[in-house]
């Protein structure tokens, strides 16, 4: 049987009791490579020893990190500057300030607390007085949908640890649709609240910022009220600091990142015995819109969308930039790195914001209150919604280890290589798509399978060495050869793999066959295909052989037509385009 009441010798109460600041509920790894549960304030204590926050999901992870952000910045109230940061930075014990924060909120992290249950609202019910199951909270099973986990097919029990993580998930990742409504929530028409979207998190394309351990990691992204890309209001403060929620949702803006961290918005209220939490009841909470929210939300990229600002009629308008699961984060290395200043063109505004969190690091590099050759791992993690988002169809995680050289304000020139490098790896890859596509239209077969067969082959086959290109970029003197080895590098794969595909061709695309150029027709056949390929990868990176002192990218009247047009340059209605602006497999 679970204890639901306080640790010995703090209370006599035998009110049920799961204060989270003192009882063991977030999931770490240990810089020695062990796993461990520990309760908020041994989180902030033991920072130092520990690598990073463990969860049931990647989304989990990141609603908790930022939870504990929240925290940081209430407890520690700032930094207030770069000048309050270093020493936070500088000292080891930086966090001490936290156990007497919690203590003094300790009220508010009880997870069954009477009266201000820990992110819930008490007596929260439905008309018919309903209990529902922890389907609804637990994001691994959506639905009554088996997703990827152990809990199949149904989730009839939690620890409260365990609910106490899928709590805070809830109100970050939270499905849309119908909802059940809540007594005294004036949104309810027929006993339902219909679709308001996503929790809050869901929205984002989540970007964090990993050090070397949780300590790093939670200072690294603390950022400074004075930024100059974020409006964080002097009135900024966590959920457990405002009023406790009725069940209606309150119309309101955000007025920062400690708010947004932990946006309620979810009515949340668990029924449980002694034994653990068994049912929940959950409905829509407080509305929030996405659209210019980047300087308040620092913890995704942006993007700029003209169909909302000529629906809106207002500009700029900016939207979170969401991951593509089918994308590795290396391919979207630009949306990370790229100066919004380089985005624009003269006083039209930047096309896409990086996030906030790394303005912030770039800042820090740039001021030198981090070298330039310290790396850090970009985390970026998010949820992918179908069916109306009312279920999770896919969870994205991934990595980028980098120098923070990229991040240099004023020495843009190893981002620019950075980005660049990618730009190759895009350009070859296609070209050894249209490869497979002229092989099997030498064949007469179908283009489109070969062609994203092979798109697929060749970012399998760049993602590791491009990253660890990335990685060592700082160490380089010449950003410039880095990048010509780079291309070098990329020649030779992608080679290799063009060389393969001829190989596999088969006898009906050796023999070939007659197939429309825009012109009319020619003979196309295995041969012809590789040396287009050839031509095309010269063209797309350089080729170290030419001796006609022309770089990469110019064309003459030698070279072999590009994908989609025929000789004479024009379209060819038999060839499909690879543009990756237009193709969903290529763009990044």
């Known amino acids: 049987m679970t204890d639901v009441t306080e640790p010995p010798g703090t209370s006599t109460c035998q009110t049920p009791s799961f204060d989270l600041t003192r009882r063991p509920w977030i999931g770490v790894l240990r810089c020695d490579g062990t796993q461990d549960e520990l309760s908020l304030g041994q989180v902030f204590s033991q920072a130092g020893d520990l690598r990073r926050i463990v969860g049931d999901l990647a989304t989990q992870e990141f609603a908790l990190v930022r939870l504990l952000l929240a925290v940081a910045h209430d407890a520690l109230d700032g930094p207030r500057d770069i000048e309050d940061w270093a020493d936070l930075w500088s000292d080891p014990d930086c966090f001490a300030p936290v156990q007497a924060y919690l203590d003094a909120h300790r009220g508010r992290f009880d997870l069954l607390h009477p009266e201000t249950p820990f992110l819930q609202t008490s007596g929260l019910r439905t008309a018919k007085d309903e209990v529902f199951s922890l389907n609804r909270i637990v994001a691994d099973v959506p639905n009554g949908e088996p997703f990827f986990t152990t809990r199949m097919p149904t989730v009839d029990r939690l620890t409260f640890a365990e609910a106490a993580r899928w709590v805070v998930h809830a109100h970050a990742y939270d499905t849309s649709g119908i909802k059940t409504g809540a007594v005294g929530d004036d949104r309810v028409k027929g006993g339902k609240v219909y679709p308001l979207g996503t929790g809050w998190a869901g929205e984002l394309g989540g970007v964090y910022v990993e050090g070397d351990t949780l300590r790093e990691t939670l200072l690294l992204n603390l950022v400074a009220a004075d930024t100059e890309e974020l409006d964080i209001t002097a009135h900024d403060r966590p959920a457990w600091r405002r009023e406790p929620c009725g069940p209606g949702g309150a119309e309101r803006t955000a007025t920062g990142p400690r708010d947004l961290y932990t946006w309620q918005s979810r009515r949340l209220r668990l029924h449980y015995d002694a034994d653990g939490v068994h049912g929940v009841v959950l409905g829509y909470g407080d509305p929030l819109t996405s659209h210019n929210m980047h300087r308040r939300e620092p913890m995704t990229a942006w993007r700029r969308s003209t169909a909302q600002e000529k629906k809106l009629r207002q500009s700029p308008v900016y939207l979170p930039r969401r991951h ?265």
């Open 324 to 588: 593509d699961p089918a994308l590795s984060a290396w391919r979207g290395v630009a949306a990370l790195i790229a100066d919004r200043a380089e985005q624009g063109q003269g006083a039209e505004a930047a096309s896409c914001l990086r996030p906030g969190v790394l303005e912030w690091i770039a800042r820090l590099v740039t001021e030198r209150r981090l070298p330039r050759g310290f790396l850090v791992r970009a985390r970026v993690i998010g949820a992918v919604y179908g069916t109306q988002q009312s279920v999770i169809d896919e969870v994205v995680d991934d990595h980028l280890t980098m120098p923070l050289v990229l991040l240099h304000r004023q020495d843009r020139t190893y981002a620019r290589q950075a980005i660049g490098a990618a730009e190759d790896a895009e350009r070859a890859v296609r070209v050894l798509g249209d490869l497979a596509a002229d092989l099997a239209r030498a064949a007469g077969i179908k283009q489109d399978g070969p062609r994203t067969a092979a798109h697929e082959a060749g970012f399998d086959a760049l993602e590791n060495p491009y990253r660890d290109w990335l990685s060592a970029l700082a160490e380089a003197t010449d950003p410039f050869e880095q990048r010509s080895a780079w291309q070098r590098e990329v020649r030779r794969m992608i080679l290799r793999l063009g060389d393969r595909l001829v190989a596999a061709a088969g006898d009906a695309a050796w023999q070939g066959r007659t197939v429309p150029d825009g012109k009319g027709t020619q003979w196309l056949n295995a041969g012809l295909a590789d040396k287009w390929f050839r031509a095309r990868l010269a063209r797309a990176l350089g080729d170290p052989d030419r001796t006609d002192g022309r770089p990469g990218g110019e064309r003459s009247d030698a070279d072999p037509p590009s994908p989609g047009t025929s000789a004479a340059g024009r379209p060819d209605p038999d060839h499909r385009a690879t543009d990756p602006t237009t193709d969903p497999k290529v763009h990044a």
